[in-house]
Each structure stands twice: as structure tokens, then as C-alpha cells.
């Protein structure tokens, strides 16, 4: 799931009392995939969401995290308590593995009906979100 998506429904677990039995769930997961890390700033309490589930997970169990920041920037993903940040970080940058894929995304947009395959290749690097 997205981090966003972690950190909403531990987040929404709280005021049910559900919290504890979410993140042991979560704890127990053989490989978490956390997707878009740093997309959307951490403010509390998902910053300290995430980082009591990434102490928990910590060499106990595997955790791939996606993000298209730079893994030298994740530490902006916690705007609000820096020291949070690092300890989170900190957990998860050791002994990590750390692939790099690096190229043209491979959301390519789709062409028009009529439209031809180079004009829509040759405007790909003009879009704008």
C-alpha cells in the first residue's frame, strides 16, 4: 500500500481502540511494501505511526520502500520532528539493499485515436502534472 494509505489506516485505528492489534498485524506481514514514500509529508501522528512500525519490523521482517526522492532526502518526508526522522531513517538504511531504476517512466501516455506514435513521443518530456 502507499504510505499515505499505512499511515491513514493506522492513524483511523486509534479512536476505535483498534491501533495495537493494527500494527501487530502489520508487524507480523513477511514483506511490507510501502509505496510513495515521501509523496506526502508525514505530520503526527503518521510520522510516529510509521516509525513505530519500522522499529518494530526492524530485522525482524523485510520492508521494501518505494519513493522518488532521493534516498539523501528522505529525511524531508518529516517536516515536523527531525530526530523522529532520523531514528526512522536510521532503521531503515541499515543493511538495506538498494536498487536504482532510473529512465523514462513506464506511464507512457496512451495515444489518441488518429494520433501518431512520434507526435505523442516527441511531446512526452513537455507534460507537466
Given at each position: ?5 499505512l499511515?491513514?489506516?493506522l492513524?483511523?485505528?486509534r479512536?476505535?481502540?483498534s ?5 501487530a498485524?502489520?508487524e507480523?506481514?513477511p514483506?511490507?511494501i510501502i509505496?510513495?514514500?515521501g509523496l506526502?509529508l508525514?505530520?503526527?501522528p ?5 516509525h513505530d512500525?519500522?522499529?518494530?519490523r526492524?530485522e525482524q ?9 532521493d534516498f539523501a532526502?528522505?529525511?524531508?518526508a518529516f517536516?515536523v520532528n527531525?530526530l523522529?526522522?532520523?531514528?526512522t ?7 538495506v539493499?538498494?536498487?536504482v531504476f532510473?529512465g ?8 489518441a485515436p ?6 505523442v ?8 502534472a
Amino acid at each position: 500500500m502507499t504510505c499515505a494509505q499505512l499511515t491513514a489506516s493506522l492513524s483511523a485505528a486509534r479512536p476505535t481502540g483498534s491501533y495495537e492489534r493494527k500494527l501487530a498485524t502489520l508487524e507480523r506481514v513477511p514483506l511490507l511494501i510501502i509505496d510513495d514514500f515521501g509523496l506526502k509529508l508525514l505530520r503526527p501522528p503518521a510520522d510516529e505511526d510509521l516509525h513505530d512500525l519500522i522499529a518494530e519490523r526492524y530485522e525482524q521482517a523485510a520492508t521494501v520502500v518505494t519513493s522518488n526522492l532521493d534516498f539523501a532526502e528522505w529525511d524531508q518526508a518529516f517536516p515536523v520532528n527531525r530526530l523522529l526522522a532520523s531514528a526512522t531513517l536510521d532503521r531503515l538504511r541499515h543493511n538495506v539493499y538498494r536498487p536504482v531504476f532510473d529512465g523514462e517512466s513506464f506511464r507512457a501516455p496512451r495515444l489518441a485515436p488518429g494520433a501518431s506514435r512520434s507526435r505523442v513521443a516527441s511531446g512526452t518530456k513537455n507534460l507537466q502534472a
